[in-house]
Every structure is written in C-alpha cells, then in structure tokens.
C-alpha cells in the first residue's frame, strides 16, 4: 500500500498549553519550580519554547493555514478534571493559589501568544487534546490531514495528543524545539519514541521551510 507522509499544505498548527500557569514566569509551574528545587523542573526549558512557538504562529499565518490552540482549563474545585488531579496538581489547592481554574490568569494563553480573532481555542480537560473535545470536527471542517505539534509538556499532554491525532488518522509532525518538558532526559526520550512510532520530528525551521516552500510552489 503506497504510504502518503505530511501535507503541509492541508496542515494545521497546533498550539498546546501555552499558558501562563505553564510557561509565565509568574505561573504555577515557576512557582513550584522555585519552592520545590529538589524536584528539579527545568522551568527556563519549558519558558524557551515560546520563541519558537511565536515563529511557527506567524509562518502558518503567513501561509493562511489555520493555528488552533488547545487550553487546559478546569473548575476551581477540579470536579471536571479528566485525570488524576489528586496526584498532578498535590499541593497547588492547599496554598490558596489557583492553577489553570476558569477565569484565571493562569489559564489564559500567553500575552505573546494570543490567539487571533477567529481562531480557534479549544477547552481540554485532561491531557490529550482529542479527547472529548471538537479538534477533530474543527480540523475536518478546516480540511486538514496534518497536524504539526507545538507547546508543552512534551511527555504528557503535547505526546498525548499526537497520538489521539494518529488514533484520528491524522498525519502528524511534531517539533522538537518548540515542545518542552520538566526534565531533558525524559523530553529527548519521549522525542525518540514520537520518531519511532507516531510522528515526524523537525525543527521549528525545518517547518517553516516547508511552509515557504509550499508558498513559492502553490499547487
């Protein structure tokens, strides 16, 4: 059976988590970060991807193919929490401090990320971006077959997704540099694995060249 690999012309980008409590320095992720050195979370790691994140935003706008953001966003009291919170978030309710709850600023993307008017920002409520939301019906009214992947973490909702997209028959890109997770070792592995079974690896460049190259070449 003849294999078809990415479209970048029916692509779309995928834009996960970049949110405040995620990627700000004033967010819950840095907040921990600072209390729970022992845990060793490499929050300027996870802060870098947004240069990256910004360049792929505005080559898909260039190329009039569609960005969509994905958002983690909960009720304050987690009862709408599609994973076990009880283990993920210990800590972050008993200080009075909210952590991606409705209404916060926390939750809202990023001021250097902010979404368009039009485009799409789809609620998730647990880590995949394809489980019960409307991705997968947006992205076919869009008619897009390929997803190309940014955002954090890497290891948990950004790998998750990727692979509710491949489970949705989507073709799927995912880039290395623009995705990032809490520790390195466990963020290159999980790159080895998406190679291996679930997706290309590129570079923020790379895709970008795609794009130019699809602009140059319309067909």
Known sequence: M??????????ALIVVDMQNDFVHPDGGFAHRAREN??????????????????QLIAAFRKAGRPVVYIAHVLKPDYSDAQFPYWRATRGSLSDNRTFITEGSWGAQI???????????????????GFSNTPLDTILRNLGVTTCVVS?????????????????HNYRMILVSDAVAEVHRDTHEAELKTMQRVFAEVK??????????????NPT
């Open 37 to 54: 050195p022992e845990a060793k979370i490499d929050f300027p790691f996870i802060a870098g991807t947004v240069p990256q994140v910004a």
């Open 2 to 11: 003849a294999t078809i690999g990415p479209e970048i012309d029916k692509s």
């Open 203 to 216: 570079s923020t460049a790379e895709v970008v060249a795609m794009l130019n190259m699809h602009l140059a």
């Open 151 to 167: 955002g954090v973490t890497t290891c948990v909702c950004v790998s998750t997704t990727v692979r509710g997209g491949v489970e």
């Open 110 to 128: 990023i001021d250097d990320l902010k979404p368009q008017d039009g485009e799409h920002v789809v609620i998730k409520k647990g880590f995949g």
